[in-house]
């Protein structure tokens, strides 16, 4: 299988700041990487498909970039709906596989 | 816009077979892949395994020989089976769907049920 790496594990930010999580893949997988957000309780959302694809309905801070085997995703400027959890996944081979998620919070 | 809610029991014995329903309201179910994903406390989550809507299904070949994903189209639901299950198998487990041409994009969850695994 696949191992997708990301780091940070957690992230603490301010409204309004400009953040970036990478996700790292053990082999290249193209641009076969999607990120997701969740929170507790709540349905998980895809974000970001392809590597850089934004999904439709999702802001345009969001973007995504990269290919082969490093990946990031970026939050232009933190909203206060933005804290939760965001993790990537690769669907370049089955299994799919995702990352550990990173816990963005507020500081 | 197209909803999917988990239901089943929240304890399940050891050695025992976890049983789950997704059922799927406000959208067509044909042309989609019905997926169970899952994420054990403090971890990643695991794809457990998918069914097109033909009835054909791929499973984790780490779960491969427990694991059994079924549908119902006349009902709109498609179901989860996994034996002989550990305390291992505790988890939230979350129905998903993904469009036929990107089969593991999962643009649609439920929230997620919390399977518990104890004696």
């Known amino acids: 299988d696949i191992q997708m790496t990301q780091s940070p594990s957690s992230l603490s930010a301010s409204v309004g700041d400009r953040v970036t999580i990478t996700c790292r893949a053990s082999q290249t997988i193209s641009t076969y990487l999607n990120w997701y957000q969740y929170k507790p309780g709540q349905a998980p959302k895809l974000l970001i498909s392809e590597a850089s694809t934004l999904q439709s309905g999702v802001p345009s801070r969001f973007s995504g970039s990269g290919s082969g085997t490093e990946f990031t995703l970026t939050i232009s400027s933190l909203q206060p709906e933005d804290f939760a959890t965001y993790c990537c996944q690769q669907t370049y081979s089955t299994p799919p596989t995702f990352g550990q998620g990173t816990k963005l919070e507020i500081k | 816009q197209v909803q999917l809610q988990e239901s089943g029991p929240g304890l399940v014995k050891p050695s025992e077979t976890l049983s789950l329903t997704c059922n799927v309201s406000?959208?067509?179910?044909?042309?989609?892949?019905w997926a169970w994903i899952r994420q054990p406390p403090g971890k990643e989550l695991e794809w457990i395994g998918h069914?097109?809507?033909?009835?054909?299904?791929t499973y984790n070949p780490s779960l491969k020989s427990r694991v059994t994903i079924s549908l119902d189209a006349s009902k709109k639901q498609f179901s989860l089976n996994l034996s002989s299950v550990t305390a291992a198998d505790t988890a939230i487990y979350y129905c998903?769907?993904?469009?036929?041409?990107?089969?593991?994009?999962?643009?649609?969850w439920g929230q997620g049920t919390l399977v518990t695994v104890t004696s």
């Open positions: 406000g959208g067509s179910f044909n042309s989609f892949f």
């Open positions: 998903a769907r993904a469009w036929a041409h990107v089969r593991h994009n999962f643009d649609s």
């Open positions: 069914v097109y809507y033909s009835g054909s299904t």
